[in-house]
């Protein structure tokens, strides 16, 4: 099993252009997350999806939409980047098993926008 | 906002020692879980302690909660330089999410 993957793993970006962030996990996962890390701050959540066709707001998810057409996939766009969005995003994804949300996580991506 | 805190921001030991940090949280919670994460790799869960429990082990971890402070700690024994990697706490309040603390950096020296 792959677990958690992620897609790309860099990418720079011009301010205001456009780019989606592909997570797939193959574990039959219900729950899908979309984290940022940054320097001093751990991980903020910026959406999540509690299942196919679900998506709602974590704590930072201004300038980004979701989709989660598929179980296994979900998806993180940004439409109009911008310098502030530089950071490291990390998915992550969960089936809370009795009721513990025990989260597996990819490798990252690391976006630079310029 | 951030639920977990840790103490202290970063930690330097010699190989051998114990490592110990802190996490303090502000809501009530159904666990309190930990993760690793090396240098530029993702996070991997290491140990979750339930609410109604005090203390739990899993190799050469250590894991206590206080639930009358919204606090707990990690205690690494018998570091080794493989240990070296940032430690997080992460408090789940059973709404489907996590709210990860600013994390721990352990450096052991060799």
């Known amino acids: 099993n792959a677990g958690v993957t992620q897609t790309p793993k860099f990418r720079v970006l011009k301010t205001g252009q456009s780019m989606t962030l592909l997570c797939a996990q193959d574990?039959?996962?219900?729950?899908m997350y979309w984290y940022r890390q940054d320097p001093g701050m751990g991980l903020r959540l910026i959406h999540y999806?509690?299942?196919?066709?679900?998506?709602a707001k974590g704590e930072v998810p201004d300038g980004y939409n979701v989709s989660r057409l598929k179980k296994q996939n979900f998806l993180l766009g940004l439409e109009s980047a911008a310098p502030s969005q530089t950071s490291v995003y990390f998915c992550?994804?969960?089936?809370?098993?009795?009721?513990?949300?025990?989260?597996?996580f990819g490798p990252g991506t690391r976006l630079t926008v310029l | 906002s951030q639920q977990g805190e840790e103490d202290p921001q970063a930690l330097s030991i010699q190989e051998g020692e114990n490592a110990t940090m802190n996490c303090s949280y502000k809501t009530s919670i159904n666990n309190l879980q930990w993760y690793r994460q090396n240098s530029g790799r993702g996070l991997v869960h290491l140990i979750l302690i339930r609410s109604n429990e005090r203390e739990k082990h899993s190799g050469r971890l250590r894991v206590t909660l206080d639930t009358s402070k919204k606090s707990s700690s990690l205690l690494i024994t018998a570091s080794r330089a493989a240990d070296t990697a940032s430690y997080f706490c992460a408090a789940d309040n059973n709404d489907y999410k996590l709210s990860f603390g600013a994390g721990t950096t352990v450096t052991v020296r060799a």
């Open positions: 999806s509690v299942g196919e066709g679900t998506t």
């Open positions: 574990m039959n996962h219900e729950y």
């Open positions: 992550a994804s969960s089936q809370l098993a009795g009721g513990l949300n025990e989260q597996f």
